[in-house]
């Protein structure tokens, strides 16, 4: 499974951003999604998952009731909309993948086998 994530850039705080990751290769709609987060000089860090189906999804605290993760199965592609943004949210955002299929969702890196390049949000004040 090839992970392409993309749109990223720079907002201003309060504003929004939409992140799409493209997956190629592998069957997509067995498996459960995410996005983990690496800011300059932090651990990386959960964002937020969705179940294979897209009926189960999780957040990490810091993100919860201002992002929304999504997907489409038929398209390949999980989605991450990003609302009131905050300079706290800057950081290299990564998607990522399950190996197995029909696996739950996880909030842990090491359950995720596929990385995606990642793609900077950066959050201006």
């Known amino acids: 499974v090839q992970l392409q994530a993309s749109g990223g850039g720079l907002v201003q705080v309060g504003g929004s951003l939409r992140l799409s990751c493209a997956a190629s290769?592998?069957?997509?709609?067995?498996?459960?999604m995410g996005w983990f987060r690496q800011a300059p000089g932090k651990d990386r860090e959960f964002v937020a998952t969705i179940s294979w189906s897209g009926g189960t999804t999780n957040y990490a605290n810091s993100v919860k009731g201002r992002f929304s993760i999504s997907r489409d199965n038929a398209k390949k592609m999980v989605y991450l909309q990003m609302n009131s943004l905050s300079p706290e949210d800057t950081a290299v955002y990564y998607c990522?993948?399950?190996?197995?299929?029909?696996?739950?969702?996880?909030?842990?890196?090491?359950?995720?086998?596929?990385w995606g390049r990642g793609t900077l949000v950066t959050v201006s004040s």
């Open positions: 290769g592998g069957i997509f709609t067995q498996r459960a």
């Open positions: 990522v993948a399950r190996e197995s299929t029909y696996s739950s969702t996880s909030i842990y890196s090491f359950d995720y086998n596929y």
